[in-house]
């Protein structure tokens, strides 16, 4: 159905009544009104459920409303009463499905009956569960016996640390550390910048830090649309007296004004908080040379304190006791011309010149950051920068300071804690060989950017996938989507259809599982799941909705089944007990942390939940050097475009407030002005003029590459937008198509989609 395209400017403030608005539509189009209220009412709180999106941490005590815009529609999209049954699929085709919008697949609703392929019909029909793993288990046992390392096993950011734990297990004892997840596509480039630098793979802010923080340093972070009810957080620390200072391409709203939607003066009269006292739009990929900029400008402030005789700009204490290596990192500073800084930056001298100022009588500083950062090529050299910075000025390791990743999907950072990663390193082998009676798989596995060049390589023969929607999210999606058939099995655990699916191996499942708002009924009675938010904090979460059909399995009874039929008894696992009781799970998973998971039964009831240690939050410092490493980095630009070609492009990938990761809500992306349509291309007003081009023009991309593969995608219509001069906008994941599997963040491989070297193609007239 066509949709009526409408470009408008949004005037309004992030939150208020917008964001109500919007709430109230998405639960009408669902047809929950007023059935979802009570569900909202428990969102995020301590007796309730965890909310399905994002990370962000959850206060103790809550407010009434611990829910934001996008986090109602991951509400409403879950307990939705419309159903994805095998009659849908006795009239659809995959061909046909692969034709329809994301936003239409999503839509059709909660799947309800485990699926397996015809390939003769290409239609999904149903199958029993007891089938449907036997051939699994058998398919998987074959594979393993070839090889085992020619099985992936893919997990999104939404299972519980319970499931990532048993999944984690299940690889491992299936022969291989291929477990790519979601990180690997966002915050891997954190979890290698920060061991490096301060010796924790996290952040080290806690909500409490708010409380006292003077200056934050805003990097690279959406958060009106990521990460909402963080807002709360920078209000209250604003209307305490702390400046926040942005950098980021493009003016996003969340961090220009806002308005409490719990608020009822805010919502009444005139009133709103501005978050950013400065806002400065950084060319893309130029982080780094902004930072230098700061430094060099803080160099500078040192330099005229220690001639006049007054109190350092540099923590000198902190420096001389804590870290290692500034001589090599000022040296590197103080090369820097200015011009250079300016030209790559695409911030004025003058303007660092201020930051500088604010942040050298700044008492506690918090740098925060999303994936701005890291999804460039030289992602860990400027998440490594933003360290350098903060380190410059004793700002991690005390009250009201530290770094502050922004985390995506919400458990993503927990899979990581309890094992989900393909560096043997990163888990301890030792203790699960002694724990379950198996040797684990010693040598480095797979993550996202290897599985997919391992299936387009044909090395790969079988991808198990819990959550997410993997070929959509991944780069290069149309030579994945060509190779992804040549597979032998794919099996994905889900519930709701998306594009991924569309795709199968030789041998495809497509099974329902339940969502984290359902009830979990086992043996043992109901169940709870646990996760860990982006400050490091582990939650409860219960069910509350009743499931969408008796058909739906929990991931950890899928799990289970999958383990025991493909690799049987070959470990000391009790599948079954802890399948009929989750806290069994977590008894196993304290006695393989039993420092970060003592009394882990009894600790999750907590309000508030409970911390996993950090220890760069005491200042210590698990590095190679038990110190604090200020890195240098390789360049002042960050990005695959090296800038001399001025007719190259970089090209951001964005998602809309009506969209949360791959899932598309709707297509009004309100603070943007932008209705009925994802496929623009946002441009810089001179740029248009400067290619001859006019707003409403529809034209191509083609990605400058050198592999030899063409990227092409075409259909997008120019919008005029306050971007930076040669930068562009266009939508996540519709424009992934042109990221190239080799253009990733070094050493994190990390897709570098914020700054995708493009040029224009533009539309060939229709002959007369």
Request: glycine share 8%; charged share 25%; with cysteine.
């Amino acid at each position: 159905m066509a949709r009526k395209e409408k470009f408008k400017p949004y005037k309004g403030p992030a939150g208020g009544w917008g964001s109500i608005k919007s709430v109230t539509r998405h639960m009408a189009k669902q047809m929950l009104l007023p059935r979802a209220v009570p569900e909202l009412m428990q969102q995020n709180k301590p007796d309730g459920f965890m909310c399905v999106s994002c990370a962000w941490a959850k206060p103790e005590p809550s407010h009434t409303a611990e829910f934001c815009e996008n986090g109602a529609k991951a509400t409403f999209a879950e307990i939705t009463p419309r159903r994805t049954t095998p009659i849908f699929f006795e009239t659809h085709t995959l061909t046909e499905l692969r034709g329809w919008t994301d936003h239409d697949l999503e839509n059709q609703g909660r799947l309800t009956h485990p699926l397996r392929y015809n390939g003769e019909t290409d239609r999904y029909e149903a199958v029993g569960w007891d089938e449907a793993m036997a051939e699994i288990g058998r398919e998987l046992a074959t594979i393993r016996a070839k090889d085992p390392r020619r099985a992936v096993f893919y997990m999104s950011g939404r299972a519980s640390l319970e499931t990532a734990y048993m999944y984690q297990l299940f690889a491992r004892i299936y022969g291989n550390n291929n477990l790519p997840d979601s990180s690997n596509m966002c915050h891997e480039t954190t979890s290698v910048a920060l061991p490096e630098s301060i010796g924790v793979p996290d952040g080290t802010v806690r909500l409490e830090d708010f409380e006292t923080v003077s200056t934050i340093l805003f990097f690279g972070q959406n958060v009106g649309s990521n990460s909402p009810r963080m807002l709360h957080q920078l209000k209250d620390a604003v209307e305490r007296g702390t400046t926040i200072i942005t950098f980021n391409p493009l003016r996003e709203r969340g961090l220009e004004r806002f308005v409490d939607p719990q608020n009822p003066i805010q919502m009444l009269t005139p009133d709103e908080t501005r978050i950013s006292s400065l806002y400065h739009q950084v060319r893309a990929g130029g982080d780094i040379a902004a930072i230098a900029g700061i430094c060099k400008a803080l160099f500078a402030l040192d330099d005229l304190a220690k001639s006049r005789g007054e109190a350092r700009i540099l923590d000198t204490a902190f420096i001389k006791q804590h870290t290692a290596g500034l001589d090599a990192f000022e040296t590197f500073i103080r090369r820097q011309t200015w011009v250079d800084i300016e030209r790559e930056s695409g911030i004025a001298r003058g303007h660092l010149e201020v930051v500088a100022g604010i942040y050298a009588k700044a008492e506690n500083v918090i740098g925060i950051y999303g994936m701005g950062l890291t999804q460039h090529k030289l992602g860990i050299d400027t998440v490594q920068m933003l360290v350098n910075l903060l380190l410059l000025r004793g700002n991690i390791g005390r009250a009201g300071a530290g770094i502050c990743p922004v985390r995506g999907h919400s458990n993503v950072q927990g899979q990581r804690t309890v094992g989900i990663a393909e560096k043997p390193e990163l888990v301890p082998l030792d203790r699960l060989a002694e724990q379950y009676s198996f040797e684990p798989p010693r040598e480095e596995g797979m993550h996202t950017v290897a599985a997919c060049q391992g299936i387009v390589k044909g090395e790969v023969d079988a991808f198990i996938g819990l959550g997410g929607n993997f070929l959509r999210a991944v780069p290069d999606r149309d030579v994945m989507e060509a190779h992804w058939s040549h597979m032998r099995l794919s099996v994905q655990g889900a519930t709701k259809l998306n594009r991924s699916h569309l795709f199968g191996g030789t041998v495809a499942y497509l099974l329902p599982c339940l969502g984290r708002i359902e009830i979990d009924r086992q043996e043992s009675g109901e169940q709870i799941v646990t996760m860990e938010d982006s400050t490091a904090v582990f939650h409860k979460s219960r069910g509350m909705q009743e499931p969408a059909g008796p058909h739906l399995r929990s991931e950890p009874w899928i799990v289970a089944q999958m383990a025991k039929a493909s690799v049987g008894g070959e470990a000391s696992v009790d599948w079954d007990g802890w399948v009929a009781d989750y806290g069994k799970v977590r008894d196993a998973m304290e006695a393989t942390w039993p420092d970060m998971f003592a009394r882990f039964n009894e600790r999750i009831h907590e309000p508030g939940g409970f911390p996993r240690p950090i220890p760069a939050r005491e200042r210590i410092w698990n590095t190679e050097n038990s110190k604090a490493n200020f890195k240098v980095p390789q360049a002042l630009h960050a990005s695959f475009d090296t800038g001399k070609d001025h007719n190259v492009l970089r090209l951001i990938t964005l998602r809309s407030n009506d969209q949360f990761n791959t899932t598309i809500y709707g297509y009004r992306d309100r603070f943007r002005g932008i209705e009925g349509t994802r496929m623009v291309v946002l441009m810089n007003e001179k740029d248009i003029r400067r290619f001859g081009l006019e707003e409403g023009n529809i034209v191509g991309m083609e990605t400058v590459a050198d592999d030899g593969i063409e990227r092409q995608m075409h259909g997008f219509k120019i919008v005029s937008y306050d971007v930076p001069a040669g930068c562009i906008g266009a939508y996540y994941p519709e424009a992934n198509a042109l990221i190239p599997l080799y253009q990733h963040a070094e050493r994190s491989h990390v897709p570098a989609a914020k700054s995708v070297p493009v040029r224009l193609i533009a539309p060939v007239a229709e002959p007369v």
